[in-house]
C-alpha cells in the first residue's frame, strides 16, 4: 500500500470563512465544492508529512496545521493586510525556520513557515 494523499477536514458551518483564509490569504484554489464541503489545494509538487509533537518548538502550543511558503516576508505582509492577527512571531527558530502563528476562521492554530 502507498499513500497518496492526506487531507485535513475543519468542522464548520460557515465555510465561506474559508475563502478569505485559505483562498485570499494562502493562495490556494478551490479544487472542489458541494455546497457543504470546500477543498482547497494547490497542484504544486508537495511533501507528505504527518508530525506528532508534546510542543510546538520554542515553548510554544502544537499547531494544527504547518503551511510552509517559499516567501514568509509576503505572507506576513498578507495577513497584516486581510488583519488576520498573530499568535506568535515572526521569528527565526534555532533549528533553520523563519515563522508565525495565526488563527483561521474557525480557531485552528496554524504555523506559517519557511525554511532558511
Known amino acids: 500500500m502507498k499513500v497518496r494523499?492526506?487531507?485535513?477536514?475543519?468542522?464548520?458551518?460557515?465555510?465561506?470563512?474559508?475563502?478569505?483564509?485559505?483562498?485570499?490569504?494562502?493562495g490556494l484554489d478551490i479544487l472542489m465544492d458541494?455546497?457543504?464541503?470546500?477543498?482547497?489545494?494547490?497542484?504544486?509538487?508537495?511533501?507528505?508529512?504527518?508530525?506528532?509533537?508534546s510542543e510546538g518548538g520554542s515553548g510554544t502550543a502544537v499547531p494544527d496545521l504547518s503551511i510552509e511558503v517559499d516567501d514568509l516576508s509576503a505572507a506576513f505582509q498578507k495577513a497584516k493586510e486581510l488583519g488576520i492577527p498573530l499568535e506568535y512571531g515572526p521569528i527565526e527558530e534555532p533549528w533553520g525556520v523563519r515563522r508565525f502563528y495565526v488563527r483561521d476562521p474557525f480557531g485552528k492554530l496554524i504555523n506559517i513557515l519557511q525554511h532558511q
Open 5 to 26: 494523499r492526506i487531507v485535513t477536514n475543519i468542522d464548520s458551518n460557515e465555510l465561506e470563512k474559508a475563502e478569505t483564509f485559505y483562498g485570499a490569504f494562502l
Open 34 to 53: 458541494h455546497g457543504w464541503i470546500k477543498t482547497f489545494g494547490s497542484n504544486e509538487k508537495m511533501t507528505l508529512q504527518v508530525s506528532v509533537a
